[in-house]
């Protein structure tokens, strides 16, 4: 059974930072590709970032570019995401999700077999 636990998630202010941790198990790690989305209350869930196994070149939507860092350890089942000068737009729902063999810029929520529970960040103005 392919598990994805989420932590990290809390209450920051802005200009903050947080570190969110996805931790798979049940599936082969180094075979899918790592992507964060968040949701907002009353939006669509929104692709943030994504990662490939071979961990190069990760992929950012413009919104977190320059501030986001992703990375993963393949040997610890686990991938993280750095959120550094988070504003008060960047509250949202944060959920991990896996799929095999895809770009790590993939945005549609279709394309991702496995999700978390999700973890609540929340940046006060």
């Known amino acids: 059974q392919v598990q994805l636990v989420e932590s990290g998630g809390g209450l920051v202010e802005a200009g903050g930072s947080l570190r969110l941790s996805c931790t798979a198990s049940?599936?082969?790690?180094?075979?899918?590709?790592m992507v964060w989305f968040r949701q907002a209350p009353g939006k669509e869930r929104e692709f943030v970032a994504g990662i490939t196994s071979n961990t190069t070149s990760p992929s950012y939507a413009d919104s977190v570019k320059g501030r986001f860092t992703l990375f993963r350890d393949n040997a610890k089942y686990t991938v993280y995401l750095q959120m550094n000068s988070l504003k008060s737009e960047d509250t949202a729902v944060y959920y991990c999700a896996a799929a095999k063999w895809i770009p790590a810029s993939t945005m549609m929520t279709a394309r991702y077999n496995y999700w978390g529970q999700g973890t609540q960040v929340t940046v006060s103005s």
């Open positions: 049940g599936l082969t790690f180094s075979w899918y590709t």
